[in-house]
Structure formats: structure tokens, C-alpha cells
């Protein structure tokens, strides 16, 4: 499949990086998804009903309670596909809670245009604000704590920087982006070291100046990490009896992540265990497309 070249204006482009954003990845996820829709035609349907001529006003319109992400994202669609055509109405900032009615972003320009970017834009926007509101209501559940909730590598491929972008619009934190960022001794590295202070230690040789974070499945493996000088340690599959023993044995010299099962409703009790972070997956991989609509009115 090949892909058309388009071009960014420099209000879209700067919106992008002010996200933290890489305007070019976002060009080329939007440029993929544009031509998976169309499919090397053109959209039969607009073609045959909508005059070439026609003008008209696109608003995204909040159908459901959450939290916003994306937006940048999805103007984009709209500004690749109408060129210098069409004029963009900031109606929503990402991170702000909408309500149903709540307007997103309206787009002026030519109706062909607009019905062509409209499902891109929706696609993105919508599953974007659903991470950011799983996000916020994980967020909001462990309000009071000192605990913060972070992402994992659970992403989907090609769009790791987008959903992780959503998380922070929802209030969480990233984990690392890349198996370069930092390391995480798994079960898998600890087996093939021949043990988990070997691991580590293997790993702090071959990479004295990156953060290490070691998973553990028992109090046993925290203390043996802990001694070896581990930064940050995963708790996996701990009860939560077994997360306060954990802080206990610490006691502040390391920090603690607990992951493995966790679930909204016991958010609140792990937090208050004095972990650190909470580690969820189901942020990018199990997040439900908060419900964005697209109303149409033509203007000319």
C-alpha cells in the first residue's frame, strides 16, 4: 500500500509537539489510516451524493461522560486531508472532562473533505479519550494515596506514542516507551541469568546509568534485589497483606510497583498499602472508545 504525501499547517504541527507529540509519527498513523480507507479509490458514496462545490461545518460532539485525548490528533486528520481548506474551531483542550453535548472541534471546509476524514478523526479521537478516561477513573480511585498509576508496554503496534499520551492525558504516568529507556528483569531474564540477583547485576554492568527494575513473586526475591541495589521493584502477583510487608521491609530505600490482576475495585486498597505505582495494562489494552459523534450542517 502506498501513501499520499500531505502536509501539516504550522498551528496543527505546533499543537502536536506542544502534546510532546512527533507531528511526522502522527502524520504517518493518520496517512496509513487514510489510505486503509479508501483503498486505492475514492469514497463512492460522497462522490455520487455531495456536490464538489459544497461547503460545510463538521463538529464532533462528546455523545458520553469522560476525559478528552486526541484532539491535536484528530484536527490533524482533517487538516491532511483539506490541505490549507479547511478552518479548525478549538471547542475542547485534551485532558478536560466532557459531557454528552460537549462540543470537541468543529472543521469549515469542503464536505467531500470533511466525510472523508470524518471516521480517521473519530477512530483515533475516540479511542485515544477512551484510554484517557479508563485512565482518570484509575486516577480518581486512588485520590489521597501517594501512589500513582502508570501504563505498561501493553500497547497496540504503531501507536504506543499516541496511548501513552492518552494515559498522561488521563492524570497517569509512563512507564518506559522502549526496551531502550530502561530495564525490567523478568521471570524469562532471571531464568536465563541462573537467578535474580545475577540478573541484575548483569544488567547494571552492561548498563551502569539506566534505571533497573526487577519483578519479584516473593518477599524472599524482594530482600535478595533490595541488597543487590535494584532502583525500583515490580511486585507481581502480590496479595495486598503481602504489599504492606513489602513496604515494611524497605522501609523508603527502594520503590514499589504493584502489578499482576489488579482491578478498579481494589485500586484504593493496594494504594494505601504505601506502594508506589500501580501498574495496569488494561489502560492501553482493554479501554472502551469513549462515544464521539460527528454532526453536519452544510454552510454553503
Given at each position: 500500500?502506498?501513501?499520499?504525501?500531505?502536509?501539516?499547517?504550522?498551528?496543527?504541527?505546533?499543537?502536536?509537539?506542544?502534546?510532546?507529540?512527533?507531528?511526522?509519527?502522527?502524520?504517518?498513523?493518520?496517512?496509513?489510516?487514510?489510505?486503509?480507507?479508501?483503498?486505492?479509490?475514492?469514497?463512492?458514496?460522497?462522490?455520487?451524493?455531495v456536490p464538489s462545490s459544497q461547503q460545510s461545518r463538521l463538529a464532533l460532539v462528546s455523545r458520553?461522560?469522560?476525559?478528552?485525548?486526541?484532539?491535536?490528533?484528530?484536527?490533524?486528520?482533517?487538516?491532511?486531508?483539506?490541505?490549507?481548506?479547511?478552518?479548525?474551531?478549538?471547542?475542547?483542550?485534551?485532558?478536560?472532562?466532557?459531557?454528552?453535548?460537549?462540543?470537541?472541534?468543529?472543521?469549515?471546509?469542503?464536505?467531500?473533505?470533511?466525510?472523508?476524514?470524518?471516521?480517521?478523526?473519530?477512530?483515533?479521537?475516540?479511542?485515544?479519550?477512551?484510554?484517557?478516561?479508563?485512565?482518570?477513573?484509575?486516577?480518581?480511585?486512588?485520590?489521597?494515596?501517594?501512589?500513582?498509576?502508570?501504563?505498561?508496554?501493553?500497547?497496540?503496534?504503531?501507536?504506543?506514542?499516541?496511548?501513552?499520551?492518552?494515559?498522561?492525558?488521563?492524570?497517569?504516568?509512563?512507564?518506559?516507551?522502549?526496551?531502550?529507556?530502561?530495564?525490567?528483569?523478568?521471570?524469562?531474564?532471571?531464568?536465563?541469568?541462573?537467578?535474580?540477583?545475577?540478573?541484575?547485576?548483569?544488567?547494571?554492568?552492561?548498563?551502569?546509568?539506566?534505571?533497573?527494575?526487577?519483578?519479584?513473586?516473593?518477599?524472599?526475591?524482594?530482600?535478595?534485589?533490595?541488597?543487590?541495589?535494584?532502583?525500583?521493584?515490580?511486585?507481581?502477583?502480590?496479595?495486598?497483606?503481602?504489599?504492606?510487608?513489602?513496604?515494611?521491609?524497605?522501609?523508603?530505600?527502594?520503590?514499589?510497583?504493584?502489578?499482576?490482576?489488579?482491578?478498579?475495585?481494589?485500586?484504593?486498597?493496594?494504594?494505601?498499602?504505601?506502594?508506589?505505582?500501580?501498574?495496569?495494562?488494561?489502560?492501553?489494552?482493554?479501554?472502551?472508545?469513549?462515544?464521539?459523534?460527528?454532526?453536519?450542517?452544510?454552510?454553503?
Amino acid at each position: 500500500m502506498t501513501y499520499p504525501t500531505y502536509r501539516l499547517s504550522k498551528d496543527v504541527s505546533d499543537r502536536l509537539a506542544a502534546a510532546g507529540l512527533a507531528p511526522f509519527d502522527v502524520e504517518s498513523v493518520i496517512a496509513r489510516a487514510l489510505a486503509e480507507d479508501l483503498d486505492g479509490g475514492v469514497d463512492v458514496t460522497t462522490m455520487a451524493t455531495v456536490p464538489s462545490s459544497q461547503q460545510s461545518r463538521l463538529a464532533l460532539v462528546s455523545r458520553a461522560s469522560g476525559v478528552l485525548a486526541g484532539v491535536p490528533v484528530a484536527a490533524a486528520v482533517f487538516a491532511m486531508v483539506g490541505d490549507d481548506d479547511v478552518r479548525l474551531e478549538w471547542e475542547s483542550e485534551d485532558g478536560e472532562r466532557v459531557t454528552p453535548g460537549s462540543r470537541v472541534l468543529s472543521v469549515v471546509g469542503s464536505t467531500h473533505a470533511l466525510l472523508r476524514a470524518e471516521r480517521p478523526a473519530l477512530n483515533l479521537l475516540g479511542h485515544l479519550s477512551g484510554i484517557a478516561t479508563l485512565t482518570a477513573r484509575w486516577v480518581d480511585a486512588i485520590a489521597g494515596s501517594r501512589a500513582q498509576i502508570r501504563d505498561t508496554r501493553k500497547t497496540t503496534p504503531g501507536l504506543r506514542a499516541l496511548e501513552k499520551y492518552a494515559v498522561r492525558c488521563g492524570g497517569g504516568r509512563n512507564h518506559r516507551m522502549s526496551l531502550a529507556d530502561a530495564a525490567l528483569v523478568k521471570d524469562n531474564h532471571v531464568a536465563a541469568a541462573g537467578g535474580i540477583a545475577q540478573a541484575f547485576r548483569l544488567v547494571r554492568a552492561s548498563s551502569p546509568d539506566i534505571p533497573i527494575e526487577v519483578e519479584v513473586d516473593s518477599l524472599d526475591q524482594l530482600t535478595d534485589v533490595v541488597e543487590a541495589g535494584a532502583d525500583l521493584v515490580l511486585l507481581d502477583n502480590f496479595t495486598v497483606d503481602q504489599m504492606r510487608e513489602a513496604v515494611q521491609r524497605v522501609a523508603g530505600r527502594v520503590r514499589l510497583e504493584a502489578s499482576g490482576g489488579l482491578t478498579l475495585d481494589v485500586a484504593a486498597e493496594v494504594a494505601a498499602t504505601g506502594v508506589d505505582y500501580l501498574a495496569v495494562g488494561a489502560l492501553t489494552h482493554s479501554a472502551p472508545v469513549l462515544d464521539i459523534g460527528a454532526d453536519l450542517e452544510t454552510v454553503g
